[in-house]
DNA sequence: CAGATACAGACCGGCGGTCTGTATTATTCT
DNA sequence: AGAATAATACAGACCGCCGGTCTGTATCTG
């Protein structure tokens, strides 16, 4: 074939074979070959849709990103809950989203590519923070579920906490510590009013480190 | 010359040009050309002495660590100073350090070069978190300058705080960002019964957020 | 004088990236 | 409508360079 007439299926392709051997053996170790022996598709090919192999790796972090987004953005437009409910329900299905599926076979990946914590961090301090944690905060502060004179600081400092050092899946961990972290960040929170990790979470955080 | 009476100072020398030239360019965009020409050694040379590219950069980060950790070290050790007051030391004295001379430079570098990020992060919380302010956290318990009942997890969380998202190295502020999250940063800490963040500190990351 | 040490530098496989070629589709012109 | 032309979607040979190895050699130590 020459000339495909749906080249986003290509794109697809390229995306979905790269990302899971991105995930297998870590970005660096994974060559062009690789790739190219996996999709069955030509160098030329892949030097059509992208313009580097780094461009790849951005690729599949955006393609990621955007899917967290969209949920998140679908609670934060959610009708009918306070900003705490609103903050909680977002944790509940950030939690689940990163074990079931998604982020969890990224354990060895992060770890061995931290160019994807970078970016992560990026992510969170530019795109995660100011859109989708701040308003909910904000909401919350004008109906009374929330109190804090500073948002957008918390709205940071809550996403940086939850995500880098709360998550488990960033480091080995024993279950007590999963625990008295959890408790922990719940000491933290209910300063502002508000609670964001139930006994399910926890218990899912815990059961998590098990495996 | 072939045999060196002196190789310690061949190691210095490389890594004192590979710092220099990971700070400059990057850790992935330095070649070991670039170090062979800059030492102007052999690859010989530099391959007896180190295994590989990455043994380099991971020499490289133990060295600053190792003088990061020992300036710590001293702050833990004094005497004479309650709990509180050898924590806002070591925030004192780990902002001076950044600051002058040390990792002010490594701005490009560190965003650059996210393998370091990942380094650090393990750093802070394999070495940093349980070593230094842990035991220092305790002391605080012990003469009442400090109240938690949770050591080990507020050792992590100040740590994660103050160099992932406090430092200004990481990303570009302005300094009514700087100042407001370091007023968040001292409301986070006054429950605990204590404050580490001064005006003095404060003005000199705002002064260097303006460089 | 016999290792062991501290280099020197040619050499190599493989990597990311480029470049040219070609088949197929879309567009334009008459 | 249909031929000419351009643009797209690949294929795959090719290239420069990079990290790493390997052999050779001069100097020091025991």
Same mark, same amino acid.
């Given at each position: 074939?020459?000339?495909n007439?749906?080249?986003e299926? %290509? $794109?697809?392709?390229?995306?979905? %074979?790269a990302?899971?051997?991105?995930?297998?053996k870590?970005?660096d170790? %994974?060559t062009?070959?690789?790739?190219i022996? /996996? %999709?069955?598709?030509s160098?030329g090919?892949i030097?059509h849709?992208? &313009?580097?192999?780094?461009?790849?790796?951005? +690729?599949? #972090?955006?393609?990621m990103g955007?899917? *967290?987004t969209?949920?998140? #953005?679908?609670?934060r437009?959610?009708k @009918?809950?306070t @900003? +705490?409910?609103k903050? !909680?329900?977002?944790?509940?299905t +950030?939690v689940?989203?990163?074990?079931?599926?998604g982020?969890?076979?990224?354990?060895?990946?992060?770890?061995?590519n931290?160019?994807?914590?970078?970016?992560?961090?990026?992510?969170? =301090? *530019?795109? #995660?923070?100011?859109?989708? &944690?701040?308003?909910? =905060?904000?909401e @919350?502060?004008?109906?009374?579920?929330?109190?804090?004179? !500073?948002?957008?600081?918390?709205?940071? $400092?809550l996403?940086?906490l939850s995500?880098?050092?709360?998550?488990?899946?960033?480091r080995?961990s024993t279950?007590?510590?999963v625990?008295a972290?959890c408790?922990?960040?719940?000491?933290?929170?209910r300063?502002?009013g508000?609670?964001?990790?139930?006994e399910?979470?926890?218990? /899912?955080?815990?059961?998590?480190?098990?495996?």
């Amino acid at each position: 074939m020459a000339r495909n007439k749906h080249p986003e299926q %290509t $794109v697809k392709l390229i995306l979905d %074979t790269a990302s899971q051997l991105f995930f297998q053996k870590g970005y660096d170790r %994974t060559t062009l070959q690789d790739i190219i022996d /996996a %999709t069955k598709l030509s160098k030329g090919a892949i030097y059509h849709h992208f &313009a580097s192999k780094e461009a790849i790796l951005i +690729a599949v #972090a955006d393609r990621m990103g955007e899917y *967290n987004t969209a949920v998140l #953005a679908e609670v934060r437009d959610r009708k @009918g809950l306070t @900003g +705490a409910e609103k903050l !909680r329900e977002m944790f509940r299905t +950030a939690v689940r989203l990163s074990f079931q599926g998604g982020i969890v076979n990224m354990l060895p990946f992060l770890i061995e590519n931290p160019k994807f914590l970078a970016l992560q961090m990026e992510s969170i =301090l *530019n795109e #995660a923070a100011p859109h989708y &944690a701040l308003p909910v =905060l904000r909401e @919350g502060i004008a109906d009374g579920s929330i109190r804090t004179d !500073r948002p957008e600081e918390l709205s940071e $400092v809550l996403l940086i906490l939850s995500d880098l050092w709360l998550h488990p899946i960033l480091r080995p961990s024993t279950p007590e510590q999963v625990r008295a972290r959890c408790t922990f960040f719940n000491q933290f929170t209910r300063q502002y009013g508000f609670e964001l990790l139930d006994e399910d979470i926890i218990d /899912a955080m815990v059961e998590f480190c098990r495996s």
